[in-house]
């Protein structure tokens, strides 16, 4: 079992930052590759960003692409969602997850958060 607890989410005026992170505990965090989702009010779960195991390999939905970027640090369990340049439509419950294998770019993880509210105003 992987453990997974989302931080950093808040209100904040568009145009603006946030850094979420998401600390894990369990199994060998630097076993999995991990993802950042979201979902808004009556929409599916999307992903928004996702990093291998090693972070060499990096994945941004095209909707993020030039504001977001994901890290991980190994050492201290952690994979970061830095958000830049916030729009009132990033706003959703932000979540993420950890998954094992090669590929990153799917809905199919294994293990989420409980997820944290971003909140973007205009």
């Known amino acids: 079992q992987v453990q997974l607890v989302e931080s950093g989410g808040r209100l904040v005026q568009a145009g603006g930052s946030l850094r979420l992170s998401c600390a894990a505990s369990g199994r060998t965090f630097s076993n999995y590759n991990m993802g950042w989702f979201r979902q808004a009010p009556g929409k599916e779960r999307d992903i928004v960003a996702a990093?291998?195991?090693?972070?060499?390999?990096?994945y941004l939905a095209d909707s993020v692409k030039g504001r977001f970027t994901i890290s991980r640090d190994n050492a201290k369990n952690t994979v970061y969602l830095q958000m830049n340049i916030l729009k009132p439509e990033d706003t959703a419950v932000y979540y993420c997850?950890?998954?094992?294998?090669?590929?990153?770019?799917?809905?199919?993880?294994?293990?989420w958060g409980q997820g944290t509210q971003v909140t973007v105003s205009s």
């Open positions: 990093i291998s195991w090693s972070g060499g390999n990096r």
């Open positions: 997850a950890a998954r094992s294998g090669v590929t990153i770019q799917t809905s199919q993880y294994d293990y």
